[in-house]
């Protein structure tokens, strides 16, 4: 038996992230295709896994400039893509409750676990959440750092994460204003 991969994705997430990136590169010019991409990898899926996949990221097939069948993504499909705001903020919600699994804080920095392989996605999505209480994020395989902006209190931000961990709804501090020191 094949021992798999550790940088297969482990979380749905984490793999629609990776097939997302497929399909960008256009790698992708059918469900088989990317099938043998992902077993290549050390990820095995069923088909009906890859369909529903495929649907949730807004992959569609068609034809490239070459003629060529592939699977595309129109930009602005999915919904971290779309806007900043109040859409992308209960996006992040929902990632939240599916990919925190743990959140930690000191006087400087807000650090949050993840499943292996989800943290760099989950970081991009509260990179492109937009909110002005975060400057940005450092991810790695399953660890994001947050650093908040002046005036953002690590402990609220914190909290927020929490929250919406388990409640899976936008914290307020997501609309708060940095201040300038």
Request: aromatic share 2%; net charge neutral.
């Amino acid at each position: 038996m094949m021992a798999q991969d550790n940088h297969a994705p482990a979380s749905r997430t984490a793999r629609q992230a990776r097939i997302r990136e497929l399909v960008r590169c256009g790698r992708v010019a059918s469900q088989s295709d990317l099938a043998s991409i992902l077993a290549a990898e050390g990820l095995t899926v069923s088909q009906g896994t890859l369909s529903r996949d495929l649907v949730e990221i807004g992959a569609v097939r068609g034809r490239d400039l070459n003629g060529k069948l592939r699977y595309t993504i129109r930009e602005g499909s999915h919904p971290s893509d779309v806007t900043t705001g109040s859409p992308a903020w209960e996006h992040l919600a929902r990632l939240t409750k599916e990919l925190c699994t743990g959140v930690r804080n000191n006087e400087s920095l807000v650090v949050l676990k993840t499943p292996p392989g989800a943290a760099q996605y989950f970081g991009s999505a509260i990179d492109l959440a937009g909110s002005q209480a975060i400057l940005g994020t450092i991810a790695g395989d399953d660890t994001i750092v947050i650093i908040c902006a002046s005036g953002i209190r690590t402990t609220d931000m914190a909290e927020a994460f929490r929250s919406m961990a388990e409640s899976g709804t936008p914290a307020p501090i997501l609309a708060a204003e940095a201040t300038s020191s």
